[in-house]
């Protein structure tokens, strides 16, 4: 009997102890600025944003700020989508805009935020071949009519559904295109892919200076800073209404706390210390 009542009060002291320091989840855990750990949220978002390295970088503020940790999943924008529909994600950080307002529109999401933007270009590994410009449409007539090899995402993206609309914009139909291979990829494997076959391809910008960082690739920008280059990302809470299981509360504090001036500021800041300057431009003034 003394044993017995010896082990509960070691056992005992042993869980205080664990949950003192956060130890057990769910049990008293908490941020590492004292915030109770409040559950875990699903983020369903773009390859880039998780290339480009900028949720490593702002993930862990939110948790500690909130306390919401968060599980993410990193897909094409279309497989984001599809994942809210479906209610897979409580939270959605995509950049496919007319997409993500039908979305809402719907009755998939609550509302569209705006959050941030950068902007699109064509790199390839040859300027002599394609003069650096800034018309993005006379550079796609340029690779089809000399042949060119491009790499295309082809995974439903925002890029990937970006590049689809800039050839048709440019009046071509990719099928067309000789020496058009389809990835089916992420933006940093597309790049590697384009690197390894000399070829050209659409890549957001934030995801190309990570990689040349890198030493990955080295591709040179051969059309930039065209005005319909322009890379719009929005956050969407997925609608509770249309799935009752979701984490609506920690999706809804993402897509508020996404917004927050403090956060519009760490987002603005991010990259000017490793490229010189920032990766991605914070616009939620846009939603006012």
Known sequence: ?????????????????ALSFGLV???????????????????????????????????PVFTQETGWQVKTIAVGTGAALKMGQDGDADVLLVHAKADEIKFVQDGFGVRRYDVMYNDFLIVGPDQKAIRRNANVIQT??????????????????????????????????????????????????????????????????????????????????????????LNYYG?????????????????????????KDSTQKLIGNYGKKEFGQALFTPNAKANK
């Open 1 to 17: 009997m003394q044993k017995t009542i010896s082990f509960r009060i070691i056992l005992f002291a042993a869980l205080l102890s």
């Open 25 to 59: 989840p769910g049990l008293g855990a908490q941020s590492s600025r004292g915030v109770p750990i409040k559950g875990t949220i699903t983020l369903s978002t773009t390859t880039s944003t998780q290339d480009s390295g900028l949720l490593n970088y702002l993930l």
């Open 140 to 229: 796609l007539k340029d690779i089809a009519s000399k042949n060119l090899p491009f790499v295309s995402r082809g995974d439903d993206s925002g890029t990937h559904r970006m590049e689809l609309s800039l050839w048709r914009a440019a009046g071509l139909d990719v099928r067309s295109l000789g020496r058009y291979t389809s990835a089916g990829q992420g933006m940093g494997a597309t790049l590697q892919m384009a690197y390894e076959l000399k070829a050209y391809t659409l890549t957001d910008r934030a995801t190309w200076l990570t990689q040349s960082r890198n030493k990955r690739i080295v591709l040179p920008a051969v059309c930039e800073k065209a005005t319909d280059l």
């Open 235 to 259: 956050v969407i809470a997925v609608n509770p209404v249309r799935h009752p299981r979701i984490n609506a509360a920690g999706g809804q504090a993402f897509a508020e706390w996404m917004i």
